[in-house]
């Protein structure tokens, strides 16, 4: 690993290009493979498939790449050398698993551009997802989600956790997905700034020249879980050369609107946003219920507003579905056909 190379401020703007101006994010990993039969009631959540059934998480990226995702997060939000360690696998396991986790993502790629290419004769509706890149997100989930205990949804870690405590925590793990093979690292549901400092340190110490987004979480629509300002969050992010990408996952859909708008006053780099279903998360039972008070609309509904308020990458959190990337995609593929008419319209007058 050397310096962050001067690449590095034009990876985002430069992919974004190349997919046609917007990118299509992955959605519910976990939902999916519990749709597909597999028991996630585990402290490690879905990295629990990387040991039981990695044939599995291949079949599930590859349901996100066919329905029209440009970027695949690999398994490994829970996977913590930490929380392998504490199943009675040993720290070379445990680094072994990480490492499959980008590898088992990189070869769900490999099997789609294949596939597209024998199919490369039915191009119509499909055209634009079979020609565009495709990027392998290593996700980085939070202290909280390795303590399995919903602290990821409040931020609250107690005074015993220091910045020290959370760099030397996710240190190795970093180290490892960097030499993995992913294009990018994904720092995900990021509940305080605490830990967003511990990230951008991290990254500065380790001088690593991947690059990486941050991804925030809000359960009120202007501040993180923690309670402290989104816009203050985003503004470690934008300090920081390797994140090339600031944004909001896990998150009701009906609050992203104006965090994008906090986002977006703390730095001029590309937003990303994958909200959840809209359900909020009961620590107590491990389980997702109806949220009280405002109901949120369609998911994909809201798409459009999100565009138009600055995001530029979107895909969806926990209970989403290949369906809703599926219809994420198309709507915007919808809106920039109906954009470009517009515009050769007004040309050609």
Known sequence: MGLVTENTPSFMPDFLKRCGGHAIIDGGFATELERHGADLNDPLWSAKCLI?????VRRVHLDYLEAGANIILTASYQATIQGFEAKGLSREEAETLLKRSVEIACEAREIYEENCAKDSLNFTENERIATSPVLVAASIGSYGAYLADGSEYSGDYGDAITLETLKEFHRRRVQILVNSGADILAFETIPNKLEAKAYAELLQEEHITTPAWFSFNSKDGINVVSGEPMVECAAIADSCKQVVAVGINCTPPR???????????ATEKPVLIYPNSGETYDAEHKEWVP?????????????GKWREAGALLFGGCCRTTPNTIRAISRALSDKSSACSTLSSNVNNK
């Open 52 to 56: 039981t059934s990695p044939q599995l």
């Open 291 to 303: 949220s009280t008070g405002a109901v949120d609309e369609d998911f994909v509904s809201y798409v």
């Open 255 to 265: 609050y992203i609107h104006g965090l994008i708008t906090s986002i977006r006053k």
